[in-house]
């Protein structure tokens, strides 16, 4: 048997940004035998100057590496000293600033970023590590409620009258609802007098990091606000049908909305309106696994 393919992953401690490199590793698990040393930027950072120079003194330490992945903007320059340091290839996901693409052996990001080049792969959102689930019940739905952001405002009357109307529109389906760490407390307490018989609610504080991966492997319908893209990405990654609440946008031109609207062109996803509260109108399409679909290609590349 010959001996695992060593990556290092280069984490900044970000679970968004770790769950993009992660999905890409655990799918390139998949092909390959792998085997993974984790490098903090807490403690083994790079400077941008020691980049340049090629240097990165925590090597010395580390096996040798035959591909080095990292996501986020603080690993941009540990990545590039310890891609330079050992001749190994880099892969960065996520868009770095612009004029910086070159640096690296392979770039991943999302196509709402307009990014092109030979080094360049488009995703369609953000990889992550939700496989899709082969059993799924079809009785079984699941609400996912974010919270203001950066690019959405927020209106509570409003969503609890859309959840209340999809319950009505959809009485032989037993719903679960659960809210992010952005979703306001009083709309957290309205959300849980809405639970009874056919809606069980479950604030995140009650959830652990295998609570959504488990419910979405067997979830058929999934009905996520549109703030939170991250969760509309697992949701379609797990090969649920799903559906975007909408509520008040800062801006209608912000690459994470246009990313949304691309991926409702294309038939992944259905707006709720008030005569359209069920999912039954959208196709069967494939569950969008891009973490599969990039690393098959990084696998030819590198590997």
């Given at each position: 048997m010959s001996d695992p393919i060593i990556i290092w992953q280069v984490s900044d401690n970000?679970?968004?940004?770790?769950?993009?490199?992660?999905?890409?590793?655990?799918?390139?698990?998949?092909?390959?035998?792998?085997?993974?040393?984790?490098?903090?930027?807490?403690t083994d950072k790079a400077s941008w100057w020691q980049a340049l120079r090629g240097q990165f003194p925590s090597a010395a330490r580390l096996q040798h590496p035959d591909l080095i992945i990292g996501a986020g903007s603080q690993t941009h320059s540990t990545l590039l000293a310890a891609s330079r340091a050992t001749k190994a290839p880099s892969v960065l996901i996520m868009s770095p600033p612009k004029g910086f693409t070159s640096l690296y052996d392979l770039c991943i990001t999302p196509e709402h970023d307009l990014r092109s080049g030979s080094n360049v792969i488009t995703t369609k959102g953000a990889m992550n590590m939700i496989e899709p689930g082969s059993h799924k019940n079809q009785q079984s739905g699941l609400f996912l409620i974010g919270g203001p952001s950066e690019h959405h405002g927020w209106d509570e009357s409003m969503l609890i009258k859309q959840i209340a109307q999809i319950l009505d529109a959809n009485p032989s389906i037993q719903w679960t609802l659960t809210s992010s760490r952005r979703t306001p407390p009083s709309t957290t307490a309205q959300l849980e007098k809405l639970s009874k018989e056919q809606l069980k609610v479950i604030p995140v504080e009650a959830t652990d990091k295998d609570w959504l991966p488990r419910e979405l492997s067997m979830t058929a319908h999934?009905?996520?606000?549109?703030?939170?893209?991250?969760?509309?990405?697992?949701?379609?990654?797990?090969?649920?049908?799903?559906?975007?609440?909408?509520?008040?946008?800062?801006s209608t031109s912000s690459r994470v909305v246009c990313g949304l609207e691309s991926l409702k062109q294309d038939g992944y996803l259905v707006n709720y309106s008030e005569n359209q509260a069920d999912l039954a109108v959208l196709k069967n399409l494939p569950p969008l696994n891009e973490a599969e679909r990039v690393a098959k290609i990084v696998a030819e590349r590198f590997l």
């Open positions: 970000k679970r968004g940004h770790e769950n993009q490199s992660s999905g890409l590793i655990r799918a390139l698990s998949r092909l390959v035998a792998l085997q993974v040393i984790q490098i903090n930027v807490a999934v009905w996520v606000t549109e703030d939170s893209v991250s969760m509309v990405y697992e949701a379609l990654s797990s090969g649920a049908k799903v559906g975007l609440l909408p509520i008040p946008r800062n």
